[in-house]
């Protein structure tokens, strides 16, 4: 069955960077749409970032320029680099996987400091 394990969260100062990873199996990952979503507490999940089979991306504004999603299909790998983080970028990052059907990773906690 389909797996998504994100890593490379954590607690980082404002200004600071993260970068996460989503580990994907039991799918032919270069297929598939990937993408990066986020919940704050009390709040709904939002899109951050997503990317095609092909390399196009999109972004949330609000992360943009400052956050970048990259993959890795030699290692079923997709990637968030987020730099020049913010308080307000506090949430738990999930990970997607879409194509016909949706798949979500368990999430990893991302918790920025002011």
């Known amino acids: 069955q389909v797996q998504l394990v994100e890593s490379g969260g954590g607690l980082v100062q404002a200004g600071g960077s993260l970068r996460l990873s989503c580990a994907a199996s039991g799918m032919i990952f270069s297929m598939y749409v990937m993408g990066w979503y986020r919940q704050a507490p009390g709040k709904q999940r939002e899109l951050v970032a997503t990317?095609?089979?092909?390399?196009?991306?999109n972004y949330a504004d609000a992360v943009k320029g400052r956050f970048t999603i990259s993959r890795d299909n030699a290692k079923n790998t997709v990637y968030l680099q987020m730099n020049s983080l913010k308080p307000e970028d506090t949430a738990v990052y999930y990970c997607?996987?879409?194509?016909?059907?949706?798949?979500w990773g368990q999430g990893t906690q991302v918790t920025v400091s002011s």
């Open positions: 990317i095609t089979s092909g390399g196009f991306t």
């Open positions: 997607n996987a879409r194509r016909f059907s949706g798949y």
